[in-house]
């Protein structure tokens, strides 16, 4: 399993990214946890698995709801 969770703000309608993080793992779960402080603005997170197995693989990519501070 590989895990990579990017801090995205929106400024003027456009997404960037702020600070990422990423993860890997041999066994069956995997979870990122992290703390950032952030200023005022309109933030979400996306993140992209990737797992490989016996049967194949998967991906995506998985968007947050947006919190504006």
Same mark, same amino acid.
């Not at 399993?1 to 779960?29: A, E, F, P």
């Not at 995997?30 to 703390?35: Q, W």
């Not at 992209?48 to 501070?69: L, R």
């Given at each position: /399993?590989?895990?990579?969770s990017?801090l995205? $703000?929106n400024?003027? =309608? @456009?997404?960037?990214? &702020? @600070?990422?993080?990423?993860?890997?793992?041999?066994?069956?779960?995997?979870? /990122?946890l992290?703390?950032?402080?952030?200023s005022s =603005?309109?933030? $979400?997170?996306?993140?992209?698995?990737? &797992?490989? =197995?016996?049967g =194949?693989?998967?991906?995506?990519? /998985?968007?947050? @709801?947006t &919190?504006?501070?």
């Amino acid at each position: /399993i590989y895990l990579s969770s990017t801090l995205q $703000r929106n400024s003027n =309608g @456009k997404w960037s990214d &702020v @600070k990422s993080w990423s993860t890997s793992s041999t066994s069956s779960s995997a979870s /990122i946890l992290a703390t950032y402080q952030v200023s005022s =603005g309109t933030y $979400r997170v996306e993140t992209y698995y990737y &797992v490989s =197995g016996d049967g =194949g693989y998967e991906s995506d990519e /998985i968007f947050s @709801k947006t &919190v504006t501070y």
